[in-house]
């Protein structure tokens, strides 16, 4: 009977459909509406499902089951959804039972550079490129959920996770985590946006109480996840901390207020690994699915006898769970990538994230492209031998690993040598040295800015005695520099690179490629100039390694965003403290020109529109791209606001003496401040500047507006 019922509803849905399509609508809503046509046939399909399902099967589905899985149920012809890790690529999990291992192993997955290094790109359309990339071999693996993008905010460079996220601007962030949402699921994967929310610290990461108020939280970090709704994403995982007060993945005020009702999402809602702790408040909160199994829904049937939770929020929140699935059809996806020359694409795009994201942050008498009179090149350092990637989780051990050493020796033969702990004698006697230095981060906790003693020391040691000494940092986020930058000729950040950056970055050593990454994150001078300092409660130290057991008996503990939405280089703007690297910046071999700004705000009154547009020219002698940054100031303002803000970027390639016009469309939204007070976008009309330049320092060309 269920069924014809299900036809009539089918058929009426669907005529209403094209029925208002043959009234001709515009482009946008019909997809809105075939987006809601999808999931309301997904929902009634979830509906009628439901009605067959027990009271105890209902119950199973919204508990994790062998750590990674949705159960299946095969009775009612439901297979089991497989989930992993992360944004940077495929983690092949070893730790499945054995037949999980033989169903869903990858022979192989791709290790793409870390997400930090892909947000350094500035690159939507690359980012998409990568996600899709990182969903096909999903595909591959029969993965149904990507535990990615992870979208939480580069806050304080000593979080240990900062390298999975996309550092510390909400527009970039924005940007880059919408086109990664959209590349990941043209593969039928589902993108889950994670940690939600204010987690942006892994120091006992289940202790911490985020603090912080409405206007920082919309201003600074819900916009990459509104980004990612927007652009489709079809789950959300909560994070570890509490956000004033409850723990996210319990919380009513998290889930159903700020996610589901104010940015809409009507996806699959998950708790990250153990991160919740009462079944009561996690019925009630809107969350869906307690990963990795039951521990808050371990007493579920108490709680119902109780009369504590009623079935019809246990049915809520397995409904979710099937209709998601069945609105991104994952039970109808196929296996298709098991053709090489696809590994050989994604390969391809991990070069190209490299290429892109390496920044050149020095290059003093430009050294860089080392020449042909550098005979004699030293390389030294551990990151020369061994390629860091970021630990936890997001782990992607690849295949093919380049190591730099080896792509060096391709490159410069013979005029490479390597020693591993050179001498002062050995370090003078070289025409130029390569130090090749960094930090291993991990997810699990935090690590400090200044580097570890060994690398530091290497690294003086080398500045100290060769003036020809260029520094690559290998990092997931910012470290201290500033007992040695200025004695270094040239500096490089290679983040992570994954299992092929290696060779982007001696292409660009040798010139190859000109380096176009820009900093999406602000390098301080020291970590007490930053906005996050004095986040670790009175007198502790950081900690590295797994401490589950030391983690959860540590005492709860208050992180105060007392810096409010002065995040990045909003804080250092404001407080007039000089960073050793701005947001944004990042050299090339050749360089650029701007000029020709005009402004149109005709369109303001009606539209709600602003035009900026100017020219770029390449006035150097080789090829290069440059990302041009524009900033908006709101200059008379009845509450306070960031001195800059930015609000649109493009990616210009040009010849040498070519020229290029860049238009930029700014919206309301561009010039308005989030106002608490009705939970809404406020415009404030007033004075205006906008500044359009190479960084959020290098301002090359502004002008004032009256809106
Ligand atoms: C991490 C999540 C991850 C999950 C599953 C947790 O420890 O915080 O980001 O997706 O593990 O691997």
Same mark, same amino acid.
């Given at each position: 009977?269920?069924?014809?019922?299900?036809?009539?509803?089918? !058929?009426?849905?669907?005529?209403?459909?094209?029925?208002?399509?043959?009234?001709?609508?515009?482009?946008?809503?019909?997809?809105?509406?075939?987006?809601?046509?999808?999931?309301?046939?997904?929902?009634?399909?979830?509906?009628?499902?439901?009605?067959?399902?027990?009271?105890?099967?209902?119950?199973?589905?919204?508990?994790?089951?062998?750590?990674?899985?949705?159960?299946?149920? =095969?009775?009612?012809?439901?297979?089991?959804?497989?989930?992993?890790?992360?944004?940077?690529?495929?983690?092949?999990?070893?730790?499945?039972?054995?037949?999980?291992?033989?169903?869903?192993?990858?022979?192989?997955?791709?290790?793409?550079?870390?997400?930090?290094?892909?947000?350094?790109?500035?690159? =939507?359309?690359?980012?998409?490129?990568?996600?899709?990339?990182?969903?096909?071999? #999903?595909?591959?693996?029969?993965?149904?959920?990507?535990?990615?993008?992870?979208?939480?905010?580069?806050?304080?460079?000593?979080?240990?996770?900062?390298?999975?996220?996309?550092?510390?601007?909400?527009?970039?962030?924005?940007?880059?985590?919408? &086109?990664?949402?959209?590349?990941? *699921?043209?593969?039928?994967?589902?993108?889950?946006?994670?940690?939600?929310?204010?987690?942006?610290?892994?120091?006992?990461?289940?202790?911490?109480?985020?603090?912080?108020?409405?206007?920082?939280?919309?201003?600074?970090?819900?916009?990459?996840?509104? &980004?990612?709704?927007?652009?489709?994403?079809?789950? !959300?995982?909560?994070?570890?901390?509490?956000?004033?007060?409850?723990?996210?993945?319990?919380?009513?005020?998290?889930?159903?207020?700020?996610?589901?009702?104010?940015?809409?999402?009507?996806? @699959?809602?998950?708790?990250?690994?153990?991160?919740?702790?009462?079944?009561?408040?996690?019925?009630?909160?809107?969350?869906?699915?307690?990963?990795?199994?039951?521990?808050?829904?371990?007493?579920?049937?108490?709680?119902?006898?109780?009369?504590?939770?009623?079935?019809?929020?246990?049915?809520?929140?397995?409904?979710?769970?099937?209709?998601?699935?069945?609105?991104?059809? @994952?039970?109808?996806?196929?296996?298709?990538?098991?053709?090489?020359?696809?590994?050989?694409?994604?390969?391809?795009?991990?070069?190209?994230?490299?290429?892109?994201?390496?920044?050149?942050?020095?290059?003093?008498?430009?050294?860089?492209?080392?020449?042909?009179?550098?005979?004699?090149?030293?390389?030294?350092?551990?990151?020369?031998?061994?390629?860091?990637?970021?630990?936890?989780?997001?782990?992607?051990?690849?295949?093919?690993?380049?190591?730099?050493?080896?792509?060096?020796?391709?490159?410069?033969?013979?005029?490479?040598?390597?020693?591993?702990?050179?001498?002062?004698?050995?370090?003078?006697?070289?025409?130029?040295?390569? #130090?090749?230095?960094?930090?291993?981060?991990?997810?699990?906790?935090?690590? =400090?800015?200044?580097?570890?003693?060994?690398?530091?020391?290497?690294?003086?040691?080398?500045?100290?005695?060769?003036?020809?000494?260029?520094?690559?940092?290998?990092?997931?986020?910012?470290?201290?520099?500033?007992?040695?930058?200025?004695?270094?000729? &040239?500096? @490089?950040?290679?983040?992570?690179?994954?299992?092929?950056?290696?060779?982007?970055?001696?292409?660009? %050593?040798?010139?190859?490629?000109?380096?176009?990454?820009?900093?999406?994150?602000?390098?301080?001078?020291?970590?007490?100039?930053?906005?996050?300092?004095?986040?670790?409660?009175?007198?502790?130290?950081?900690?590295?390694?797994?401490?589950?057991?030391?983690?959860?008996?540590?005492?709860?503990?208050? %992180?105060?965003?007392?810096?409010?939405?002065?995040?990045?280089?909003?804080?250092?703007?404001?407080?007039?403290?000089?960073?050793?690297?701005?947001?944004?910046?990042?050299?090339?071999?050749?360089?650029?020109?701007?000029?020709?700004?005009?402004?149109?705000?005709?369109?303001?009154?009606?539209?709600?529109?602003?035009?900026?547009?100017?020219?770029?020219?390449?006035?150097?002698?080789?090829?290069?791209?440059?990302?041009?940054?524009?900033?908006? *100031?709101?200059?008379?303002?009845?509450? =306070?606001?960031?001195?800059?803000?930015?609000?649109?970027?493009?990616?210009?390639? @040009?010849?040498?003496?070519?020229?290029?016009?860049?238009?930029?469309?700014?919206?309301?939204?561009?010039?308005?401040?989030?106002?608490?007070?009705?939970?809404?976008?406020?415009?404030?009309?007033?004075?205006?500047?906008? *500044?359009?330049?190479?960084?959020?320092?290098?301002?090359?060309?502004?002008?004032?507006?009256?809106?």
């Amino acid at each position: 009977m269920y069924k014809y019922v299900i036809l009539f509803i089918v !058929v009426s849905i669907a005529f209403s459909f094209f029925y208002s399509q043959m009234k001709g609508q515009s482009v946008k809503k019909e997809k809105e509406q075939f987006q809601s046509l999808s999931f309301k046939l997904a929902d009634t399909k979830a509906d009628s499902l439901l009605t067959l399902m027990t009271q105890d099967e209902i119950i199973s589905l919204v508990e994790g089951d062998r750590s990674f899985f949705i159960r299946p149920f =095969p009775r009612l012809n439901l297979p089991e959804v497989y989930m992993t890790d992360a944004t940077g690529g495929v983690h092949i999990r070893e730790d499945l039972n054995a037949d999980d291992m033989t169903k869903y192993r990858l022979q192989k997955s791709t290790a793409f550079p870390c997400p930090l290094s892909l947000a350094a790109t500035w690159n =939507p359309k690359l980012s998409y490129q990568y996600a899709e990339a990182v969903g096909e071999e #999903c595909r591959a693996g029969g993965i149904g959920i990507l535990l990615g993008p992870g979208v939480n905010t580069y806050r304080v460079s000593q979080c240990g996770r900062n390298f999975e996220y996309f550092g510390e601007d909400p527009f970039l962030r924005a940007k880059m985590v919408s &086109a990664y949402v959209k590349g990941v *699921q043209s593969t039928g994967t589902i993108a889950t946006l994670k940690h939600f929310v204010a987690n942006n610290t892994d120091y006992y990461r289940r202790r911490s109480n985020s603090l912080l108020d409405e206007r920082t939280l919309n201003e600074i970090y819900l916009p990459p996840f509104q &980004a990612g709704i927007d652009a489709g994403a079809q789950a !959300v995982m909560t994070s570890y901390n509490r956000l004033n007060g409850e723990w996210c993945g319990q919380s009513e005020y998290v889930i159903n207020g700020i996610l589901r009702k104010q940015l809409g999402f009507q996806g @699959l809602v998950m708790t990250d690994w153990w991160s919740v702790y009462d079944g009561e408040k996690l019925v009630q909160s809107g969350q869906d699915l307690e990963m990795p199994y039951a521990v808050a829904l371990k007493d579920v049937h108490q709680l119902l006898q109780e009369g504590k939770i009623r079935i019809e929020d246990i049915k809520r929140m397995a409904k979710s769970i099937l209709r998601t699935c069945f609105v991104m059809k @994952l039970n109808d996806r196929g296996k298709n990538l098991s053709d090489s020359t696809l590994y050989e694409n994604h390969e391809l795009i991990a070069l190209q994230t490299a290429r892109e994201g390496i920044v050149l942050l020095k290059n003093e008498k430009n050294i860089l492209p080392l020449q042909e009179n550098k005979k004699k090149i030293l390389v030294t350092g551990d990151y020369a031998v061994k390629n860091a990637v970021g630990g936890g989780s997001a782990f992607v051990k690849g295949y093919n690993n380049r190591l730099m050493l080896d792509e060096l020796k391709k490159e410069f033969g013979d005029r490479i040598l390597y020693v591993e702990n050179p001498n002062p004698d050995q370090i003078q006697s070289a025409d130029a040295v390569l #130090c090749a230095i960094g930090t291993e981060d991990s997810e699990g906790w935090d690590r =400090p800015f200044a580097l570890p003693q060994d690398q530091e020391k290497k690294v003086e040691d080398c500045v100290n005695n060769n003036p020809n000494t260029i520094v690559i940092v290998t990092s997931g986020g910012g470290i201290r520099m500033t007992d040695w930058n200025n004695k270094a000729k &040239a500096v @490089l950040y290679a983040w992570y690179g994954g299992q092929i950056g290696n060779k982007a970055l001696i292409e660009i %050593i040798a010139g190859k490629t000109n380096p176009s990454g820009k900093l999406p994150i602000t390098i301080e001078k020291e970590f007490k100039d930053s906005p996050g300092y004095g986040y670790l409660p009175e007198g502790e130290i950081l900690y590295q390694g797994w401490h589950e057991k030391e983690e959860r008996a540590h005492p709860l503990y208050d %992180i105060r965003y007392t810096e409010g939405i002065f995040v990045g280089y909003r804080w250092y703007e404001k407080k007039n403290i000089e960073p050793l690297y701005s947001f944004g910046f990042g050299l090339s071999y050749t360089s650029f020109e701007y000029g020709d700004l005009t402004i149109g705000t005709d369109m303001f009154q009606d539209q709600g529109k602003v035009e900026v547009s100017f020219t770029v020219k390449n006035i150097g002698a080789r090829r290069g791209s440059e990302t041009v940054q524009l900033y908006v *100031q709101d200059v008379e303002c009845t509450v =306070p606001r960031p001195l800059k803000e930015l609000k649109g970027f493009a990616k210009v390639d @040009l010849e040498p003496g070519q020229s290029n016009t860049v238009v930029i469309e700014l919206t309301t939204k561009d010039f308005s401040f989030w106002n608490p007070e009705t939970k809404d976008w406020f415009f404030e009309k007033g004075t205006f500047i906008i *500044q359009v330049g190479s960084s959020s320092k290098e301002i090359k060309i502004q002008k004032q507006i009256e809106l």
